[in-house]
């Protein structure tokens, strides 16, 4: 397992980086909290889960070793696969999902696309009390501060999270453009990110 990576970030995209480790090139999608602390052409680490898959190996990173224990977790609930829940860390936060499926609060669950009121109970049902309290409790990894949200970095963190729930980057930009007013009163990501959600389903 390739538990994190640690090096030069080459290039940053809208959901992902590449980053230079010993001169070879990673391709990470990554988290809108994970992108939101790497910068080009500086040093940055993120956690990673590698999945493996007959055609390709995909690394995915995240802000910190919890997010990414709780993207594994979330995995082993039935038709939970790395796409959906890399969504549900886009449009929640870690506490966020813990809080969803510890008091059963699938409306909340249902605000990620992808996921309908049946699979949000059946999430609910399979993973209640395992996501209780963080998995990995041993701070941050080596290089790694604790994930924050810098002001201004709403807007990439926004357009990344639009990307991995598969809308286009031309798209995302354009939604996360159309709530800049919106971020004036409010520096919540995931509040951002589900009115630039509405603003793409009304289009």
Do not use: Y
Request: charged fraction near 20%.
């Amino acid at each position: 397992m390739i538990a994190f990576l640690t090096g030069r970030v080459a290039a940053r995209g809208a959901d992902t980086a590449v980053i230079d480790v010993g001169g070879v090139g990673m391709t990470v999608r990554c988290t809108p909290a994970a992108l939101s602390g790497l910068h080009a052409g500086e040093t940055g680490t993120v956690a990673t889960s590698l999945i493996v898959r007959e055609d390709s190996l995909t690394l995915f990173g995240f802000a910190d070793a919890d997010e990414r224990d709780l993207f594994e977790q979330l995995q082993t609930a039935s038709g939970v696969g790395p796409r959906l829940a890399l969504a549900m860390l886009s449009i929640h936060s870690p506490a966020a999902l813990r809080q969803a499926v510890a008091t059963e609060d699938t409306a909340a669950l249902t605000r990620v696309p992808g996921i309908g009121k049946k699979g949000a109970q059946r999430i609910v049902l399979e993973l209640r009390g395992k996501l209780d309290a963080p998995i990995t409790d041993d701070g941050p990894l080596p290089g790694m501060a604790a994930a924050t949200e810098p002001s201004g970095a709403w807007k990439g963190q926004v357009v990344s999270g639009l990307v991995n729930l598969g809308w286009s980057a031309k798209d995302a930009e354009a939604a996360a453009a159309s709530v800049a007013a919106e971020a004036e009163d409010t520096a919540d990501v995931s509040v951002l990110l589900r009115s630039a959600l509405r603003k793409l389903s009304r289009a």
